[in-house]
Each structure stands twice: as structure tokens, then as C-alpha cells.
């Protein structure tokens, strides 16, 4: 399943980079994330490796974080594995003008055991 996503920012792309590359700002964007803990690499770059976890509702999600790239201040890139998936994400950052910036999160997701079956039926979800 792939999807993309964008919205556009009323800062300039030095700025969005900034608040977007601060882990304490993930738990304003991400408002079911309890728990970021970094368990191997230098945090931020590529081969990084951290622990993710989510409570939706009641069911706690984990999942693992590794960063494939890093383009100051114009690309991010990773994948997040948990039970039943894997998920890539790029995450863009383009100049509108000097105070607007772009970004477009590109998303795949493999889904494997009965995930493959649930797939029409959480896509909403998931996007959401």
C-alpha cells in the first residue's frame, strides 16, 4: 500500500527542519506516541536505530525506527518495523517561497500474515 501526503507551513524550510528534527516536538505531532528511545547510532543519522512506542486506544504499539537518510534540510528518510509490517516513509521539504514550505511524506507499507487481509480495511486508518 502506498500513499502520499503534503501540507503546506507558513515558515521558511530552515525552520520547518528545525522543529521537525527535535524528538520532544514528535509527541506534538504524533499525540498517541508515549515512549522514543534510542538503542543504537548517533540519533538523527543514518543506521540509527530507535524504539517507538504508541498507545492507540488500549492496544500499545511498538515498533522500530532506522533512519536510511538524512539531507539537511531537505529530505528524511527511515522505516518502521513492528509486528505484522514494514513501513518507509521519505519526508520532503520544499521551498514555496522565502516563508512557506512544502512537505510531502511518501509512505509504503508491507503488510505480512493477516495484516495482507485486514489491508482494505485499515487504509483509512492509517492514513489518518
Not at 10 to 38: A, G
Amino acid at each position: 500500500m502506498k500513499y502520499s501526503v503534503e501540507v503546506s507551513i507558513s515558515k521558511n524550510r530552515e525552520e520547518v527542519w528545525r522543529l521537525f528534527d527535535n524528538v520532544e516536538n514528535l509527541y506534538k505531532w504524533q499525540p498517541t506516541l508515549k515512549e522514543f528511545n534510542l538503542e543504537r547510532g548517533e540519533a538523527g543519522k543514518p543506521g540509527a536505530k530507535s524504539r517507538l512506542k504508541y498507545l492507540e486506544g488500549k492496544r500499545e504499539i511498538e515498533m522500530i525506527e532506522t533512519i536510511i537518510s538524512r539531507n539537511q534540510p531537505e529530505e528524511f528518510s527511515g522505516t518502521y518495523e513492528m509486528k505484522g509490517a514494514k513501513h518507509w516513509i521519505k519526508n520532503s521539504f520544499e521551498v514555496i517561497d522565502e516563508n512557506k514550505t512544502k512537505w510531502v511524506m511518501d509512505s509504503e507499507f508491507q503488510f505480512s500474515g493477516i495484516y495482507i487481509l485486514m489491508t482494505p480495511f485499515i487504509k483509512g486508518m492509517i492514513i489518518k
